[in-house]
C-alpha cells in the first residue's frame, strides 16, 4: 500500500466519521424537537383538561340550581294548593252562613205581617224591609 492510498483511507475514515457525526447530531436535533414538541401538546392538555374540570363544575352548578328551583317551585305549588283548599273550605263556610242569613229573613218576613210571602218564606213582592 502506498503513501497515497494509506492517505486516502483516512479521509475516506474522517469524512465516514463526519457524517456519523453529522447523522446522529441530526437525529438528536430531531428527537429534541420530538420531546420539545411532546411537552407542548402535553401542556394544551393539561390546560384543556382544566378547563373541562371548570366546564362540569359550572355544569354541576347549574343543576344543583336548577334542582333547586324545581323544589322551590314545588313548594310553592304544595303552598297554592292549600291556600287553594283553605279559600274552598271558606267560601263552604260563607255559603253555608249565606243560607242560615236567607233562612233567617225568610222566617222575619214570614213573621212580619206588614211582608206577603208564600209558605216557606219568600217574598211575594220586591220590596226589602
Known amino acids: 500500500m502506498t503513501t497515497s492510498t494509506v492517505v486516502w483511507i483516512v ?13 446522529s447530531r441530526s437525529r438528536g ?15 394544551e392538555a393539561a390546560e384543556q383538561d382544566r378547563l373541562l374540570r371548570e366546564r362540569e363544575a359550572d355544569a354541576a352548578r347549574l343543576a344543583a340550581e336548577a334542582d333547586l ?9 304544595l303552598e297554592a294548593e292549600r291556600l287553594t ?8 263556610h260563607t255559603d253555608g252562613l249565606r243560607e242560615e242569613r236567607d233562612d ?5 218576613d214570614r213573621r212580619d205581617p206588614d211582608v206577603r210571602t208564600d209558605a216557606h218564606g219568600n217574598r ?4 226589602e224591609a
Open 11 to 23: 479521509i475516506a475514515v474522517v469524512v465516514l466519521a463526519l457524517l456519523v457525526a453529522l447523522v
Open 29 to 43: 436535533q430531531r428527537t429534541g424537537a420530538q420531546r420539545a414538541k411532546a411537552a407542548a401538546i402535553r401542556e
Open 69 to 77: 328551583a324545581k323544589a322551590h317551585a314545588a313548594q310553592r305549588a
Open 85 to 92: 283548599e283553605q279559600a274552598q273550605a271558606r267560601l263552604q
Open 104 to 108: 233567617r229573613r225568610r222566617e222575619a
Open 124 to 127: 211575594l213582592d220586591d220590596r
